[in-house]
């Protein structure tokens, strides 16, 4: 009998359903991922038990669940899948087993880490904003032929306070000094979304307007903007990430 083929494994925790199947098309798109290739869990759902030796990634995406919120500030369904997954992922820094986390991707695998994640500072409004290439970046393969700086699009009341123990900086930006990390050779994370673009922040803009990421009144002025940029060379990580593990 032949086994069956590895899947990448995509964790959401979105639970608005137009914002989670936004995410989930667009990590296909970017990533040139086909469904079917793809095992997709939303942990506001459940998170179930899972053998890592069944997939060749794992990919976490955003949402609006905090890692830095006291208890009795988290969603019930975060209070669920949080320990479960804190204890996956220690299992994949272990075996340093491909894995991209976005946004709340990498505030759960700095908080895994022992970096220290907080509101305190750097948060950013949802929309554009100018990444900038470390000179590690230089050496890194998901990184290297990207230019120096490029255009992404983010929205993020937390981050990372410092760049985390272990992790290797490879983006920043102005206003949030940890946009990007390696950690050993496989296991990645952006504080940008790499699957996102101007027609996905607008659905997002919409969705989560009262929640805090920005003033309500600007949102139609955010949109307008995102619409005017082009974003590419986050994308280009998402593609190179999955070009990288994806088995042959």
Known sequence: MCAMPKRCLLLQ???????????????????????????RIEMNHELPDLELDDFWAVIVGGGPSNISNPEDKKYPYQKLFEPKLKKLLAEVLRRDLPYLGACYGLSVLAEVLGGRVSDERFGESAGPLTIELTPQAREDPLT??????????????????????????????????????????????????????????????????????????????????????????PQRILRGFVDRYRPE
């Open 144 to 233: 290297r032929d990207l230019p120096e700086t490029f255009r992404a699009f983010a929205g993020h009341k937390e981050a990372c306070q410092e760049v985390p123990p272990r992790a290797v900086l490879l983006a920043r930006s102005p206003e949030c000094p940890v946009q990007m990390i390696r950690v050993g050779e496989n296991v990645y994370a952006t504080q940008f979304h790499p699957e996102l673009d101007g027609h996905g922040l607008a659905l997002r803009i919409e969705i989560y307007r009262d929640q805090g990421y920005f003033d309500p009144n600007e949102a139609e002025a955010l949109t307008a903007i995102g619409h005017r940029e082009i974003i590419t060379a």
């Open 13 to 39: 925790l979105r639970p608005e359903q137009a914002a989670s199947d936004q995410e989930y098309h667009a990590i296909l798109e970017a990533g040139g991922l086909k469904p079917e290739q793809v095992t």
